[in-house]
């Protein structure tokens, strides 16, 4: 059965939808069949491989209001291994709001139940807030990885976070665990990363990832090319940093392996 992992954070442009995209073309590029879903009405996820609303017929919406078979909803991308679920939570605005405003807080968990068992990997594009539809995604994943962008208040808006996940932990998804926290859009020739990138891993003692995604001009251009960086030049620091971030979470010994399962007690903002 596939790993479900939500890639979440309330806080806006830290790098959500970026790791979606180019860690599931990591992985489906080593072999692990992918599925992104999207839950951001934004729609980042179908425009970062070329896809307009023009193009989708279902997707997150008809996956939470109505019985149609998810599988019908499943796209595929283009690349091999990689499937998503678009969002057209921007085709009824109603019904956008029944959904953001009162779907069963596990409808999603139980709709990629009938599908997990199909991909190595299911990774859940949350929006920048801490409303149902990110609810829904903490609840149906089994761990978490938040992109934490490398800049002084980086640390900030992380605490509500946390505690959200803490709720959801006690009340209704016990299993759920930290995969990591990710640093990303990094520029180690300012003297103020290198300070938060020591604050950050103090503050969050082992759980971030040693792998850090630095800022680059290819993970910028996936939405202009519709394409992953690992498509557009796979020997950019972009495309080989979310590959590393690949290798250190599949612990294959291409990168050292820490599963935070154990250790979310620690966190304390
Ligand atoms: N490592 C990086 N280097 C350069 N640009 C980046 C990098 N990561 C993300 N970006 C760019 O920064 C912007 C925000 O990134 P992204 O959309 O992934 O964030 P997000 O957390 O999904 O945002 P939102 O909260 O609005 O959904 C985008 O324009 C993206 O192309
Ligand atoms: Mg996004």
Redesign the pocket.
């Known amino acids: 059965m596939g790993e479900v992992i939500a890639i979440a954070s309330q806080k806006?442009?830290?790098?959500?939808?970026?790791t979606a995209i180019n860690l599931g073309a990591s992985f489906a590029s080593l072999g692990h069949r992918v599925l992104l879903v999207d839950l951001?009405p934004?729609g980042?996820v179908a425009s970062s491989f070329g896809f307009t609303r023009y193009d989708i017929n279902a997707g997150i919406l008809d996956v939470f209001l109505s019985d149609m078979p998810i599988k019908e909803a499943i796209h595929r991308t283009g690349l091999y291994n990689l499937d998503f679920i678009p969002t057209n939570l921007w085709s009824d605005e109603n019904e956008r709001r029944r959904l953001v405003g009162s779907a069963s807080k596990i409808k999603l968990k139980d709709r990629l139940a009938e599908i997990r068992d199909g991909y190595d990997f299911v990774l859940i594009d949350c929006?920048?807030s801490l409303g149902n539809l990110t609810f829904n995604a903490l609840n149906a994943a089994d761990s978490i990885i938040i992109?934490i962008q490398c800049e002084y208040y980086a640390l900030k808006a992380l605490g509500r976070f946390l505690k959200l996940t803490r709720i959801i932990k006690n009340d209704s998804n016990p299993n759920l665990s930290y995969r990591g926290f990710l640093l990303?859009?990094v520029d180690l020739r300012n003297r103020l990363t290198k300070i938060v990138i020591e604050k950050v891993r103090y503050t969050l003692k082992g759980l971030v990832f040693e792998t850090m995604?630095?800022?680059?001009i290819r993970?910028?251009e996936?939405?202009y090319y519709g394409q992953p960086a690992l498509s557009i030049d796979k020997s950019s620091k972009?495309a080989t940093s979310y590959l590393q971030l690949a290798h250190e979470i599949l612990g294959d010994g291409r990168n050292s392996s820490r599963y935070a399962a154990d250790k979310e007690g620690v966190v304390e903002i």
């Open positions: 806006g442009g830290v790098g959500k939808t970026t951001d934004q980042s929006p920048p992109p990303t859009m995604i630095p800022r680059n993970l910028a996936v939405p972009g």
